[in-house]
């Protein structure tokens, strides 16, 4: 177990809906990230947050959004779903922003649009 | 180098050999590099961490080089067991560009006993 926790697990949804994935990390990191594995690619960098501000972008779709709230946990905001948005999204936390420690992975959440 | 690239796609080995993966990024930009483990249906652990030049790193029978300046690093994995088969996945961070950890795509390692 990271300790870092993803919700929910699965989540299947219609196109044009949408969705909210929270990533609560592990006690005491104040950076989290969030990547996208569709069918085939490697981790995609969506964006990283640390204490609450936005550090990186990198190839988020305008449809989608991201938060970190004062308690660390994150949201990430997927809108107007098209089901090539099907994929796994995964939240990773690290104690720093600087890339020197390594960053602990959740399970992942499985998004199916239909 | 733009990205982070990883040799080879997969590997199979039989158990009691030793192998290893190369991992190339940008050199220009360099600030830390990571590998990680990532079996089937679990979510990638980190193996290591590495920012300095000639640094090497092990863990068990797992072993990591990093050179900065040519933009390349290596694992080693000697006498592969069946439960080393995972895919090994590197990631670059960059200091220029704000939080980014830019993942390779990965090399799947299936150790046949």
């Not at chain 1, 990271?2 to 006690?27: D, E, F, M, N, Y």
């Not at chain 1, 997927?78 to 600087?98: K, N, P, Q, R």
């Not at chain 2, 990638?44 to 000639?54: C, H, I, K, R």
């Not at chain 2, 694992?75 to 704000?98: H, M, R, V, W």
Request: aromatic share 12%; charged share 20%.
């Amino acid at each position: 177990d990271s300790g870092v926790t993803q919700t929910p697990k699965h989540l299947i949804t219609a196109t044009g809906q949408r969705v909210t994935l929270r990533c609560s990390p592990r006690s005491g990191d104040l950076s989290v990230y969030w990547y996208q594995q569709s069918l085939d690619q490697g981790l995609q960098f969506l964006i990283q947050y640390y204490n609450g501000e936005e550090r990186a972008k990198g190839n988020i779709l305008e449809r989608f959004s991201a938060q970190q709230f004062p308690d660390l946990h994150s949201e990430l905001n997927l809108s107007s779903l098209e089901l090539g948005d099907s994929a796994l999204y995964f939240c990773a936390s690290s104690v720093a922003a600087g890339g020197v420690t390594e960053a602990f992975f959740g399970q992942g959440t499985r998004l199916t649009v239909v | 180098i733009l990205n982070v690239e990883q040799s080879p796609q997969s590997l199979h080995v039989q158990e009691g050999d030793s192998t290893n993966f190369t991992c190339s990024f940008p050199s220009s930009n360099f600030y830390a590099l990571h590998w990680y483990r990532w079996e089937t249906a679990k979510s990638p652990e980190a193996l290591f961490v590495m920012t300095l030049n000639g640094d090497e790193k092990k863990k068990g029978r797992i072993s990591a080089t990093l050179n900065t300046k040519e933009g390349y690093s290596y694992l080693y994995i000697k006498g592969s067991q069946p439960e080393d088969s995972a895919t090994y996945l590197c990631a670059s961070f960059p200091y220029n560009q704000g939080g980014k950890l830019i993942f390779g795509q990965g090399t799947e390692l299936s150790v046949k006993p």
